[in-house]
Nanobody, 123 residues
Framework: VQLQASGGGLVQAGGSLRLSCAASGRTFRRYAMGWFRQAPGKEREFVASINWSGGSTLYADSVKGRFTISRDNAENTVYLRMNSLKPEDTAVYYC?????????????????WGQGTQVTVSS
């Protein structure tokens, strides 16, 4: 499975962005998917995850209520809608494909990683 993330950019605080992650391969719908992020000088951290069907989701406390993860298995794409963005959301965002059906916040559960897309939120 290959993952291609897109949709990052520069936005003012309070603004919105939608990230997309297009996956190749017929087995996309068998995997949970996740988004992680890494800010300069910090470790990569979990953002959100969605199970194989899209019926269950998990969010980091820092983004709960502001971000929404979703997926379209027909289009082999997972999305991250980000609202009410804050400067502390600035990071490179990575999409990842799990080896399991259920969502997870643990990066070790993810076998496939996209190249990352930069999100910069100005104050």
């Amino acid at each position: 499975v290959q993952l291609q993330a897109s949709g990052g950019g520069l936005v003012q605080a309070g603004g919105s962005l939608r990230l997309s992650c297009a996956a190749s391969g017929r087995t996309f719908r068998r995997y949970a998917m996740g988004w992680f992020r890494q800010a300069p000088g910090k470790e990569r951290e979990f953002v959100a995850s969605i199970n194989w069907s899209g019926g269950s989701t998990l969010y980091a406390d820092s983004v709960k209520g502001r971000f929404t993860i979703s997926r379209d298995n027909a289009e082999n794409t997972v999305y991250l809608r980000m609202n009410s963005l804050k400067p502390e959301d600035t990071a490179v965002y990575y999409c990842a494909g799990s080896s399991e059906l259920s969502y997870s916040s643990q990066s070790s559960r993810y076998l496939y990683w996209g190249q990352g897309t930069q999100v910069t939120v100005s104050s």
